[in-house]
């Protein structure tokens, strides 16, 4: 027997004389490399001819022979190829209208010792396949480890084309289903009906998940995972600034605001606004029964009933209108006294209004207010110049942000970025606390100088424009004190210092 007669036997499709004559050198010698390399491939081949659901059984026992040969690690050309039949075999199963996780977990046994190559296109087709069916595979998170995520190839960190669409990284896909399973809990009874988070893997995998938002910025869901893992941890310190990236950039996503408020479970000012914010973007209502439901519970702690029966309603509505079960709450609430004497309305925006800066301001508290004034204001076009300091200066839209500001008013402010030119545009804005300074603004005291023709003036080198004193009756040596702002004379191309009140 050579190995060169089993192979032609096998390419000329004569599969059981190929098998007949591998087991007979086997049993000469069964420790022979080449005798165990040939049955290998016929095994193989068997593998091709059964990688179909409706002849499973007889790829898996095909699958244990090649297991059986116990093959050495260097034999990795035929563990490869292995690879890309047991993953069209999974795919398959999995296409399946009841899915058999039954096969699943039996091909998954028999493989943990094959000896693929690490990373490889091969190796990555078979996580493609097993990961198909995460979300219904209980064993996913067993698979995931053996397999490690380690062995993606750099390829796998890039986004794919199917059907003439950009679908997510394999890699990001793998590390959000695995966060997805950490969440779900892992079974701690016999039926699988009581699941606990497994905190000590959510330990080991959070560094990784790091790694991997910091090399990627541009994925945009592990952040949103990272946050929920830590919040399984009760790491609220850090759970905030992980997620704040994400919520940035999907912060018109009801669901965004429902998770923000789960992540100050101590702050009920806090969480009543961030179901303002969810309950305030345009959402299908289909999706809004649970949270409406959870705002009504807040309405009601606060005594307002006419708000919470408006929510109530709106939820019974949309169950009605899909022949969803009421639940137990809801039914308790309407038979109550205050319901009955409640008067809802269409809705509640005008609540909503009130609290979205306060949910707005959590978004961008990781970028710091900057003090500034007030220099002038627009009010048909709701823009207003502002001055910092000599270095930063410009004006922006107040529209939604600010009611009725005046010249001489200190702000906070967050900047969108850098200016463009001198137009900025904002994240947040309001008015500063009354006893907060500013670089722009500064008291003044002295005797006025009167300049004819022009009735203008000064006070040392502070510019009193003729309009403040005509307005105020001010005469020439009389004593002032009043309020200035920094401001740049274009004319003479200089900075200095312009009258804003006179007290």
Request: with cysteine; aromatic share 14%; net charge positive.
């Amino acid at each position: 027997m050579s190995f060169k007669e089993i192979k032609e036997l096998r390419k000329a499709g004569k599969l059981e004389e190929a098998l007949q004559m591998a087991n007979q050198a086997l049993e000469v010698e069964p420790e022979n490399i080449w005798n165990k390399r040939a049955a290998a491939w016929v095994y193989y081949d068997y593998l091709k001819k059964f990688s179909q659901p409706v002849s499973y059984d007889d790829f898996k026992k095909n699958l244990i022979n090649i297991k059986d040969l116990q093959l050495p690690e260097d034999e990795k050309m035929v563990f490869d190829n292995c690879a890309w039949q047991i993953g069209s075999l999974v795919f398959e199963l999995q296409k399946e209208k009841n899915i058999d996780y039954k096969k699943i977990n039996e091909l998954l046994e028999i493989i943990k010792e094959f000896h693929f190559t690490k990373p490889s296109e091969a190796y990555t087709f078979l996580y493609k396949a097993f990961h198909k069916g995460y979300q219904g595979w209980s064993n996913y998170l067993t698979f995931a480890e053996w397999w490690n995520f380690d062995n993606f190839q750099q390829k796998d960190y890039l986004k794919e084309e199917y059907n003439g669409r950009k679908i997510m990284a394999i890699a990001e896909q793998a590390h959000i289903a695995y966060s997805k399973n950490l969440l779900e809990g892992e079974p701690v009874d016999p039926f699988g009906h009581l699941k606990q988070v497994n905190i000590e893997k959510v330990k080991e995998f959070l560094p990784k998940l790091d790694a991997l938002i910091e090399k990627y910025p541009s994925y945009q869901y592990p952040p949103y995972f990272k946050a929920k893992l830590l919040l399984t941890l009760g790491d609220n310190e850090n759970v905030l600034s992980a997620f704040l990236p994400f919520a940035k950039q999907k912060r018109n996503d009801f669901w965004i605001w429902e998770l923000m408020a789960e992540i100050f479970p101590d702050d009920k000012d806090i969480q009543f606004a961030c179901y303002c914010k969810a309950l305030s973007l345009k959402t299908p209502e289909d999706f809004l029964v649970k949270l409406r439901q959870k705002f009504a519970r807040f309405l009601i702690e606060n005594k307002m009933y006419n708000e919470a029966k408006t929510e109530i309603q709106k939820v019974i509505a949309t169950r009605e209108k899909h022949k969803w079960k009421i639940p137990h709450q809801i039914t308790q609430w309407t038979e109550q006294d205050w319901f009955k004497s409640a008067t809802s309305k269409d809705n509640n925006k005008d609540l909503y209004i009130k609290y979205l800066k306060k949910a707005e301001e959590i978004l961008f508290q990781d970028i710091p207010e900057e003090v500034i004034a007030v220099e002038f204001v627009n009010e048909n076009k709701k823009m207003l110049n502002f001055v910092k300091n000599k270095q930063k200066f410009g004006f922006f839209n107040y529209s939604g942000q600010l009611e009725k500001p005046q010249i001489g008013d200190i702000l906070k402010v967050r900047f969108n970025g850098k200016g463009q030119g001198d137009f900025y545009k904002i994240l947040t804005v309001k008015k500063a606390e009354r006893n907060l300074s500013s670089e722009a603004i500064r008291d003044f005291e002295g005797t006025l100088k009167v300049i004819s023709p022009q009735n203008f003036g000064f006070v040392d080198d502070v510019f009193i424009e003729p309009k403040l004193i005509r307005n105020n009756n001010l005469n020439d040596d009389q004593i002032l004190n009043g309020k200035a702002i920094l401001s740049f004379n274009k004319k003479k191309n200089k900075w200095g210092w312009k009258a804003i009140e006179i007290k």
